[in-house]
Structure formats: C-alpha cells, structure tokens
C-alpha cells in the first residue's frame, strides 16, 4: 500500500489524538466555560464525582480516545464537531477500486463519502447563509438502534451573481509531477476552470520545484488565450520547495486583493514537499498565519503512489478551504465547473456543529466519520476556535447512530468496578421533553471574526418514512464501515449496501449514485478475493 497507507496512518492517528474530547470534557478551565444543558441539571460535584456530567470517562478513559466510539448520554450529552465539505476520501477510493484493490482502511473517510453527493435540503430563506435539516428512521444495519440524520444546506448563488475572483494557481512543477495523470491532469483541470471565467474573473499562476517563481502576473478573464498558454507550458522536474511557493502565492493574492471578492489560491499537487517549510507542523503554521489574510486555499491532490492525503486535508484546514483528489477528468468538471460556486465561494467559516442529546430518549449515540474534526465541547462558543467552511450551496451531512432509552444494549461496552472509589450511578433523568435532541450550529460570515449561533430540535415520531436521500446516504454510511471494517457495522453486507442505494436512483442527473452503486459491487467481489 506504500505511501498511501502511510499517508492514511497519520490520518488516523491525527483523528485518535483529537477524537479524545468527544466524550470527556478537558478537566482544564472549570464548569464555567461548559456550555448549559437543556435536559439536564449539572450534578454537585462530591468527593469522587468528576466537575462534569460529561466527564464520566474519567471512569472509562480508553474507550474515548477511539475513534467512531459510542458515548453514554449520562455521562458525555455533548457531541461536539467541525463540519468537513471535502469529499477527496470518495474520489481516492474510486481509484483503489478501479484499479482492483480495496482501499486501506485509513484511508477512508466516511463522512467525505457521504458528502461526494449532493442532497435536496431545503434552501436557506432568512438571514443565516445556512440552513438545518433532520430526519431520523430505523438504522440499516442495526434494527434495534435509530439512525439520526442532520443536513446543512448553503444559500445557492448563480454564478454570474458570484463576487469576482481574484485567483492565484499554485502549480507543482517538481519531478514527482510527471505523466499524464499528475501535471497533465492538472493542465486538462485548469483550462475547464478558465473556460469559464468572467471578464472581472483574475487569474495568476505561481509554479515550484526547487524553488518558487511566476509564471503569469494576475490576467483578466477576458485573456483566456494568455492563460492557457501559460497553462500549456508548464513542464516537470526537479525536487519539491512547496513552502516557498505557498508563500509567493499568497504573496500575490494579497496584491491583487479584491475586497468582498473571493480571493483564493488553488493549489494543485501531490503533496510531496521536500525542500525548503516541508514538515506537517511548519507548513500548517505558515498557512495558518497566511489565511488571516482573508485569502483562502483550495488544494486539489494529484498522483498516485506518493500522493499525500492526509498532508493535503490538513493544508486545507488550516487554510479556511477544501480538499478535492482529481483522479480524472470528470472529476475535475464536477469540481471546477458543475460546482464551482460551492468550491470556490464561501458563504459561511468555521462552521461547527453541537448536539444535545436527551437522557429520557437516548442512552447512547455514534457519530459516524468525522474523526480528524472533534472538538472539545467549549470549542464551540470559543470563536477563536477554526472549524470548516461552506461554499455556495454545498451540501453537509451528518449520520449519528442512536441507542434508544430502555434498551437492553452493551454499545458503550463495560468496565469493571474501581477498586480505590465508589462508582456512583448516573442519576435519574427527570425531564419530561419527548425531543430525541437539539441540533446547535455556529457560523461566521465569511469576513467576519464573531460567530451567530442558530438551533433546531428533533422529535422521533418512530415513523419509517423516510426519504429517498435519507435511504441512499445511509447506503454510503453503510459502505464507508465495511472499508473500515468498523466495529460497530453490526449486520453491515454489501448486499445490504447496494440493495438500499438501488431505492434511492431518483436524484442522479449525473449518474453519480449509479456509479456508487458500480463501485460497491466490485467492492463485493474484491472483498471475496
């Protein structure tokens, strides 16, 4: 699995390290930075009773620290996390599959391949850019569980109402580039993107190998001939100096800055930085500190055996954008053209989402995916705190798994009693709310430093009418923890997986969905193998 799986392993590892917070709050700090409970009342703090309700890992540390872990509500009512838009995990995975082989487990994100597709949320009709939507139903692969679905839908805009761009392409011109499938891929990917650019539409392009420089100072639109030109005469060779170009591309961006524009670099590479800010941690601090700019990054992945994805989805983290894998060029239409707006235009930053679960409801609940996006539960009201970005009219959903209160279930799992302390129980749940949850979400514009905060409760009327998106997605749920071999996909089969998604066909004008399905079946055969 070479540098894949590599690339996957410090994903993964990334993910344990920040999944810790998701069922225990830090100890740091103290009550008065937990967000209030609407469901229940904060517990005295005794003599061996930790500060917090959601503390009560405390009394079982392992199971926290795993990701895609179960979390008891008595102890841990909060699930706290930033959304993610990127769907690079789906188009990666295509490539392992197409090519014969199952992906390596780690290297799979399965909220990135629920969110390849688009969903029929209803749009936003007020002020907020942002809209919630939530459907609950029985879960495919555990009937005894609930399985929650939380939608965000962007405010759409038409692309000749978009604000002018003023683009910087940050080009990869180092020897790892070569071939028709990396720098000649990127070529193909760029002109789709220039054929459709508008006259007020600016494009520079910084290129690097063992060291950075310009290769076009910042055209208009109207020059498309100049551009691709430009484009055409890119050629690779040489070692990798990726810090110097992303600060010469920035650079750039700053000077032609359009204000209330989208000002944006696109970085197009496999990721494999050697010379020069080459290390995790130096290039997140140089785009960290770049991004208060207010010019945010697009980072496209090229390549195959070296590709760095992991690397790639931090990068664009950090720099307030988004992560494609381009392993064709239909995926580059789909990114670049079909949804350009959501790619290029944020409408909302450092979107992030809290949900309150209520103990007379729920015993315990699941958040499938979202690994490497945790956050502690005071992260939240913290607006210093990063978190995603939405573009117009993305898509973003979220699937929680939901014991229901009363059922006889060990999915949190069990610990032996203390030796040294009385484990004391949970106390009685007294409220009288038949909501299953609220569903809290937080967002700034995109040129703002303060965030607004709007909610929406859930009640499970225990009906199973659900929708045709609610079908399909939850195939892809499904999917995502068979590559993972995940612990908790119950009666999960492919079978399950292709026989569900195969109800779901009506929203695929694109024959994206039935292309899923091809996937899963080879999948199938594959996993035989």
């Not at 509500?73 to 993610?84: G, K, M, Q, R, Y």
């Not at 907020?128 to 569980?145: L, M, Q, R, S, Y």
């Not at 600016?202 to 020059?223: H, M, N, Q």
């Not at 502690?376 to 117009?392: S, V």
Request: glycine share 8%; with cysteine.
């Amino acid at each position: 699995r070479g540098d894949d799986m590599q690339a996957g392993d410090v994903q993964s590892a990334a993910g344990e390290h920040r999944a810790v917070p998701q069922c225990r709050a830090a100890h740091a700090g103290g009550a008065a930075h937990h967000p209030q409970l609407s469901y229940q009342r904060r517990l005295h703090r005794g003599a061996h009773q930790p500060a917090d309700p959601r503390c009560a890992l405390h009394h079982r540390p392992h199971r926290a620290a795993i990701p895609g872990g179960a979390c008891g509500v008595s102890e841990s009512p909060l699930s706290t996390f930033s959304i993610d838009v990127d769907a690079a995990s789906y188009s990666n995975m295509r490539r392992y599959i197409n090519k014969g082989e199952l992906p390596p487990a780690d290297a799979i994100r399965t909220e990135e391949l629920i969110n390849y597709f688009s969903y029929d949320y209803p749009q936003p009709t007020g002020n907020d850019p942002v809209k919630i939507t939530t459907e609950v139903g029985a879960c495919p692969w555990n009937v005894k569980h609930r399985l929650v679905r939380i939608g965000l839908k962007a405010k759409e805009i038409p692309t000749d109402k978009l604000p002018v761009s003023n683009l910087v392409f940050l080009i990869d011109v180092s020897g790892s580039m070569y071939g028709p499938q990396r720098l000649g891929l990127v070529q193909s990917s760029l002109k789709l993107l220039v054929n459709n650019l508008r006259d007020e539409d600016r494009v520079a392009i910084v290129v690097y190998s063992g060291s950075a420089g310009e290769k076009l100072p910042s055209t208009s639109g109207s020059d498309k001939q100049k551009i691709r030109e430009a484009i055409d005469e890119l050629t690779a060779g040489g070692s990798t100096a990726g810090g110097a170009g992303i600060k010469l591309a920035y650079k750039m961006a700053k000077q032609n800055f359009v204000k209330g524009g989208n000002n944006r670099i696109i970085l197009c590479t496999d990721g494999d930085f050697n010379v020069g800010v080459s290390s995790d941690e130096g290039l997140e601090k140089l785009i960290e500190q770049e991004r208060k700019s207010g010019v945010f990054l697009t980072v496209l992945g090229y390549g195959m055996g070296n590709y760095k994805d992991s690397k790639m989805q931090v990068l664009a983290e950090k720099g307030n954008g988004n992560h494609a894998y381009i392993d064709n060029l239909q995926e580059a239409n789909r990114v670049l053209v079909n949804e350009f707006g959501a790619t290029m235009h944020t409408v909302a930053k450092d979107v992030k989402l809290q949900i309150e679960f209520n103990p007379s409801q729920v015993q315990a609940y699941r958040l499938i995916g979202y690994e490497s996006r945790l956050l502690k539960d005071e992260d939240f009201n913290n607006d210093a705190k990063d978190a995603g970005e939405m573009g117009a009219g993305h898509t973003v959903t979220a699937f929680y798994e939901v014991v229901p209160a009363g059922i006889k279930s060990d999915f949190t799992g069990k610990v032996d009693d203390l030796k040294y302390q009385k484990t004391k129980p949970a106390p009685a749940v007294t409220n009288n709310s038949k909501e299953l949850l609220t569903v809290k979400l937080r967002y700034k514009a995109p040129d703002g430093n303060t965030s607004k905060k709007i909610e929406q409760p859930l009640i499970d009327d225990k009906k199973e009418k659900v929708s045709s998106d609610f079908r399909f997605a939850s195939a892809v749920a499904m999917f995502g923890q068979l590559l993972r071999d995940s612990d908790f996909k119950g009666d999960a089969t492919y079978d399950k997986v292709i026989s569900l998604a195969k109800t779901s066909l009506d929203n695929d004008e694109k024959g994206y969905r039935r292309e899923f399905i091809r996937l899963a079946e080879t999948a199938e055969g594959l996993a035989k193998d």
